[in-house]
């Protein structure tokens, strides 16, 4: 069983940042697949970002709404993976999750929310105009 937690969500205004993080159990984390997702209510748990172990490395993707703006990235050492989130907008505003799966998925499958094992909690993220 893998635990995962997120915190840093917040309060912030439009234009400013905010790092989440994302820690996961696990003596193997070092090659879990880790994602990002959000949620409003009454909405479907919309894919943010993700990061994937290959041989060669590990591989990200974004949503389109987000790229350029959010990163994602890990600390092995520390079994967490951060979402570094700038130029915020109000339409960021939503439950920030996150995921996490001890089989190296494809890039592909790692944006859809059914691949992943285990979830946190979610932390909230405002943005105010």
């Known amino acids: 069983q893998v635990q995962v937690v997120e915190s840093g969500g917040g309060l912030v205004q439009a234009g400013g940042s905010l790092r989440l993080s994302c820690a996961a159990s696990?003596?193997?984390?070092?090659?879990?697949?880790m994602g990002w997702f959000r949620q409003n209510p009454g909405t479907k748990r919309e894919f943010v970002a993700t990061m994937t172990i290959r041989w060669s490395g590990s591989n990200t993707d974004y949503a389109d709404s987000v790229k350029g703006r959010f990163t994602i990235s890990r600390d092995n050492g520390k079994n967490t993976v951060y979402l570094q989130m700038n130029s915020l907008k109000p339409e960021d505003t939503a439950v920030y999750y996150c995921?996490?799966?001890?089989?190296?998925?494809?890039?592909?499958?790692?944006?859809?929310?059914?691949?992943?094992?285990?979830w946190g909690q979610g932390t909230q993220v405002t943005v105010s105009s």
């Open positions: 696990g003596r193997t984390f070092s090659s879990y697949t």
């Open positions: 995921a996490a799966d001890a089989r190296a998925l494809g890039i592909r499958s790692a944006t859809i929310p059914e691949s992943y094992g285990y």
